[in-house]
DNA sequence: TGGGTATGAGACACAACTGTCTCACATGAG
DNA sequence: CTCATGTGAGACAGTTGTGTCTCATACCCA
């Protein structure tokens, strides 16, 4: 028997494939019937919602686990340079899982969910502040952009996954280094 | 009296706000009924396609102007980093009006658009490749994740615009700086 | 074995959007 | 003025997906 987490899975990994997926493909992709999805999440928001939540989850856990506020309050630029490496890691992996949810129009729009996430910028913003306060990253960026930038490399990354143009295991380093030093020789 | 173009125009300028607009809301955003604007477009895909194929079309252009192909025989790092700056640029100036193309999940999963996107990319990547034997950009970087990390910069840009976090004169510079020589200080 | 629980299959009403059609009206050219 | 053309408003049917409900059944546990 399906628990409500197995089916949370089968519909975020079936939703990285297909964003538009219905309620119909999400049941078949969990292999339960529709009936069924709709006594664990009573509308296709709320489970929208709840992924949109989980995705949040990680992304908050990542930035602890690397310890973001730790490291920035540290201002040691060797420490900040190794909390920025293990965050994209750390990202990376979150958007295997929750890749769909980096571009998806509901979750974009869904107030509470951008407001979290906008709480969230905030938070790495600060570390981005002060690794450049530390020398670690360049001071004439903004560190909003900074934040927009590494999105949109996760962005790069998903679909370089899914279009097959990249092996999982070179993203790590091609990403960071990406982000770090940019394609210019 | 509103034009075809027009209605194309206004329907870009509104799917750039809200990528899930209905015809009501598009023909609303072009002042026009929905019965007009089904006149135009028999169907949603019809437009959709249309504003596709028109997004593609500037990509294709801007290759062109940039002189992505001269660049890329003549092997001249000068003339392949110019163009590339060219490059950046113009891709910016052609997310201004087609930036909700770089994420839309209907034209993501166009066939045709797909392969004449692909095809495009192939042609950049032409590009990223001479630049490499040139010495422009680093010869470590698959061609094509140097594409994807471009496109993932111009969502980046995109969003960044559209959350108020930056002035639309600040991108250009951002992006190419970002993209060229990464955050790291 | 019997009873409670979860499920699948399917019917059903409903909502939103789509695409078509008609008709009345405005406007501009001749 | 008159006619042709384009338009808006609205009715309409069709489609797709949603959410609810019922009922038979399978399964597990006592």
Redesign the pocket.
């Known amino acids: 028997?399906?628990t409500r987490d197995d089916v949370l899975a089968a519909a975020q990994r079936h939703l990285n494939v297909d964003a538009r997926a219905?309620?119909?493909d999400l049941a078949g992709a969990a292999?339960?019937?529709?009936?069924?999805l709709?006594?664990h999440f009573?509308?296709?928001?709320d489970l929208l919602h709840e992924l949109g939540t989980r995705s949040l989850d990680r992304w908050a856990a990542s930035l602890v686990a690397a310890d973001a506020p730790g490291a920035a309050a540290s201002g040691d630029a060797v420490r900040i340079r190794a909390c920025l490496d293990d965050l994209v890691a750390r990202y990376l992996a979150d958007s295997d899982d929750f890749g769909f949810a980096l571009t998806d129009p509901y979750l974009l729009s869904a107030p509470d969910l951008v407001e979290r996430s906008d709480a969230l910028v905030e938070r790495e913003v600060a570390l981005y502040v002060a690794a450049q306060a530390a020398g670690v990253l360049r001071a004439d960026l903004p560190p909003r952009w900074i934040s927009h930038a590494l999105y949109g490399l996760l962005v790069a990354a998903r679909d370089a996954l899914l279009g097959g143009d990249l092996p999982r295991r070179d993203l790590d380093a091609l990403v960071l280094s990406t982000f770090l030093t940019g394609a210019q020789r």
Chains 1, 2 share one sequence.
């Open positions: 028997m399906a219905s309620m119909a292999g339960i019937s529709r009936a069924t709709h006594r009573a509308t296709r928001e």
